[in-house]
């Protein structure tokens, strides 16, 4: 599949796309500043993912709406894993940080290679909710904290934090209370006024100016301070390979995290305007963008939900607006870093904090509730775990919920009988219902793969029907139109079925195989040559 870069760009539209970019940029510096932040790193570490990273990602990536960059996720996860392992803002753990990007990447790329973009289809949409919410709440602890001048230590788990916050009220600092409600109201307000304006970029402007003036910082409002100007430089972290080892089962977590919503998104966007995505392709695409965080020193890197939808409501077509985005981050790391130094972390906080309210999920657990309260437990246990025990446990939670689902799925898969209706036609009965399809002929269908994980199920329902069948069964035909595979354990199922027909002098026949997979089920054993009826 050969995609062009910036594709979807037209004469026409070049104009809009250029303002989509300038609108990107003004989101982007402030949230990538508030995510380094919460993982515990430089600005520097989210303005450098801006640059080299998402130059990459367009130039590899199928999705011409999806923008790149570190969100709300990936840094709680580097926070709470390399947080452990190292003093949160030392150099040793901006460098695990970098490492951590690293080996992400290399997973990514190593999906693309074989062509795992199908693992998007695997956690479900509760999951996901849950999961993704427990980060949020967290997060959004943290930036409560920050919003009333409260210290809370960035590693401390949920509860600490709740623990933190609520012994610190007392000394919460006015200024930033002020600062914080300000910045909200512009937000909230602003958003309902005119959603398009850049207003995160009004907030940064408005509070920074206000600090300057009143000279809030000299009142204990904790602001940004100097920001190192300058390229990011390319390099590589060096660490012991124990460090590179600790660090891998939280880099295959963000790998997972992204494959998951990442690829999901690109498909969407893909479906809703019309143009092809290739799943491998952008697994290939965040795997060199994470390595080239890695090595120009940043942390990981995935897919931003907000900012994509600020993109497409802004008019984007393509991936110029993140182009234009690295550029004004360039400009900006060259000579204008010296404005970032006054910016309060209040309004930051606030700017992240309005961010992540949609990652809550209330809505989506609402409904899930209303209408599925089976998958509403699904993602209540994932929020609880993600929450209360730690991202990677959320993560693991996440796909053993995942792997039981589709087992659980699977090993109920329903069996029929093809019985005869009164105007001459057929109609498919539970294999309980005790009906044959003529008196003396039991034809069954199973409407699913047979494998490890339902052939129990399939041969307990055979002869539950042939039990219960209101005439004596003396032919059972299984019709294996909609089963599309089969494997070893199947095939010793049906060696067991064979034997426990003979007994009871039931001859087994098999109808409407596959062509294409006869071959193979004649292989392993689960149907035999000379009583096979073909398709038709």
Same mark, same amino acid.
């Given at each position: 599949?050969?995609?062009r870069?910036l594709?979807?760009?037209t004469?026409?539209s070049?104009?809009?796309?250029?303002l989509a970019g300038?609108?990107?940029l003004?989101?982007?510096?402030?949230l990538?500043?508030?995510?380094?932040?919460i993982?515990?790193?430089p600005?520097t570490?989210g303005l450098?993912?801006l640059?080299?990273p998402?130059?990459?990602?367009v130039?590899v990536?199928?999705s011409?709406h999806v923008v790149?960059?570190p969100d709300?996720?990936?840094?709680a996860?580097?926070a709470?894993?390399v947080g452990?392992?190292?003093v949160a803002g030392s150099d040793?753990?901006?460098v695990?940080?970098?490492?951590q990007?690293i080996?992400?990447g290399?997973?990514?790329?190593?999906m693309?290679?074989?062509?795992?973009?199908?693992?998007?289809?695997?956690?479900?949409a509760?999951i996901?909710?849950?999961?993704?919410?427990?980060l949020?709440?967290?997060i959004?602890?943290s930036?409560?904290?920050?919003?009333?001048g409260?210290?809370?230590?960035?590693g401390?788990?949920?509860l600490?934090?709740?623990?933190?916050?609520?012994?610190?009220l007392p000394?919460?600092n006015?200024?930033a209370?002020?600062i914080?409600?300000?910045?909200?109201?512009i937000?909230?307000?602003?958003r309902?006024?005119?959603?398009?304006?850049?207003?995160a970029l009004?907030?940064?402007?408005?509070?920074t100016?206000?600090?300057?003036i009143?000279?809030?910082d000299?009142a204990?409002?904790d602001v940004l301070g100097e920001?190192?100007g300058?390229l990011p430089t390319?390099?590589w972290p060096?660490l012991?390979w124990?460090t590179w080892?600790?660090l891998i089962?939280?880099?295959?977590?963000?790998?997972?995290?992204?494959?998951a919503?990442g690829l999901l998104?690109s498909?969407?966007?893909?479906?809703?305007?019309?143009y092809?995505?290739?799943p491998?392709r952008d697994?290939?695409?965040?795997?060199l963008?994470?390595?080239?965080?890695?090595?120009?020193?940043s942390?990981?890197?995935?897919?931003?939900?907000?900012r994509s939808?600020?993109?497409?409501? #802004? +008019? =984007?077509r393509?991936?110029?607006?993140? %182009?234009? /985005? $690295?550029?004004g981050?360039l400009l900006?790391?060259l000579?204008g870093?010296?404005?970032?130094?006054?910016?309060?972390?209040?309004?930051?906080?606030a700017v992240v904090?309005?961010?992540?309210?949609p990652?809550?999920?209330?809505?989506e657990l609402?409904?899930?509730w209303r209408?599925?309260?089976?998958?509403f437990l699904?993602?209540?246990?994932?929020?609880?775990?993600t929450l209360?025990v730690?991202?990677i446990a959320g993560?693991?939670?996440?796909?053993?919920l995942?792997?039981?689902n589709v087992?659980?799925?699977?090993?109920s898969?329903p069996?029929?009988?093809? #019985? +005869? =209706?009164?105007?001459?036609?057929?109609i %498919?009965e /539970? $294999?309980?219902?005790g009906t044959?399809?003529?008196?003396g002929v039991?034809?069954?269908?199973?409407a699913a793969?047979l494998f490890?994980a339902n052939?129990?199920?399939?041969?307990?329902?055979v002869?539950?029907?042939v039990?219960a069948?209101d005439?004596?069964?003396?032919h059972?035909?299984?019709?294996?139109?909609?089963?599309?595979?089969?494997?070893?354990?199947?095939?010793?199922?049906?060696?067991?079925?064979?034997?426990w027909l003979a007994?009871?002098?039931?001859q087994?026949?098999?109808?409407?195989?596959?062509e294409?997979l006869?071959?193979?089920?004649?292989?392993? +054993?689960v149907i035999?040559?000379?009583r096979?009826?073909?398709?038709?």
């Amino acid at each position: 599949m050969t995609i062009r870069p910036l594709a979807g760009l037209t004469a026409r539209s070049v104009g809009r796309e250029l303002l989509a970019g300038v609108t990107l940029l003004a989101i982007a510096v402030p949230l990538n500043i508030g995510y380094a932040q919460i993982a515990g790193l430089p600005p520097t570490a989210g303005l450098y993912a801006l640059i080299v990273p998402t130059i990459i990602f367009v130039a590899v990536t199928s999705s011409r709406h999806v923008v790149a960059s570190p969100d709300a996720a990936a840094a709680a996860l580097v926070a709470s894993s390399v947080g452990g392992l190292a003093v949160a803002g030392s150099d040793q753990y901006l460098v695990m940080a970098m490492a951590q990007a690293i080996i992400s990447g290399i997973a990514f790329v190593v999906m693309a290679v074989f062509r795992l973009g199908f693992l998007a289809n695997f956690l479900s949409a509760p999951i996901l909710i849950g999961f993704v919410a427990g980060l949020a709440l967290d997060i959004l602890v943290s930036q409560i904290a920050k919003m009333l001048g409260i210290p809370i230590e960035s590693g401390s788990e949920f509860l600490e934090k709740l623990v933190q916050l609520a012994e610190g009220l007392p000394h919460l600092n006015v200024w930033a209370l002020c600062i914080s409600a300000g910045s909200l109201v512009i937000l909230l307000l602003g958003r309902r006024w005119l959603r398009v304006a850049p207003w995160a970029l009004v907030v940064i402007v408005v509070s920074t100016i206000t600090v300057s003036i009143t000279d809030a910082d000299q009142a204990g409002v904790d602001v940004l301070g100097e920001v190192a100007g300058g390229l990011p430089t390319l390099t590589w972290p060096i660490l012991d390979w124990g460090t590179w080892i600790a660090l891998i089962p939280s880099a295959l977590a963000l790998t997972l995290v992204t494959v998951a919503e990442g690829l999901l998104l690109s498909r969407s966007y893909g479906e809703r305007h019309r143009y092809r995505t290739d799943p491998n392709r952008d697994l290939l695409a965040f795997g060199l963008t994470n390595i080239a965080a890695g090595a120009s020193g940043s942390f990981a890197i995935g897919s931003s939900t907000s900012r994509s939808a600020a993109m497409e409501q #802004a +008019g =984007a077509r393509s991936q110029l607006p993140a %182009l234009v /985005t $690295a550029a004004g981050t360039l400009l900006l790391l060259l000579f204008g870093t010296s404005a970032l130094a006054l910016i309060p972390s209040p309004a930051i906080g606030a700017v992240v904090a309005v961010a992540i309210l949609p990652l809550l999920g209330i809505r989506e657990l609402t409904r899930l509730w209303r209408v599925e309260r089976g998958e509403f437990l699904v993602a209540a246990v994932c929020f609880a775990v993600t929450l209360l025990v730690g991202t990677i446990a959320g993560i693991a939670v996440a796909f053993l919920l995942a792997l039981i689902n589709v087992t659980r799925r699977a090993a109920s898969a329903p069996v029929d009988v093809l #019985a +005869g =209706a009164e105007d001459g036609g057929a109609i %498919l009965e /539970t $294999a309980e219902a005790g009906t044959t399809t003529v008196p003396g002929v039991l034809i069954l269908r199973l409407a699913a793969p047979l494998f490890f994980a339902n052939a129990a199920s399939f041969v307990g329902a055979v002869k539950t029907s042939v039990g219960a069948a209101d005439t004596p069964v003396h032919h059972l035909v299984i019709d294996l139109e909609s089963v599309t595979d089969a494997d070893v354990t199947a095939a010793e199922a049906m060696t067991g079925l064979r034997d426990w027909l003979a007994a009871r002098d039931v001859q087994l026949a098999f109808s409407r195989p596959r062509e294409h997979l006869l071959p193979r089920f004649r292989r392993l +054993g689960v149907i035999s040559r000379r009583r096979t009826f073909p398709l038709g």
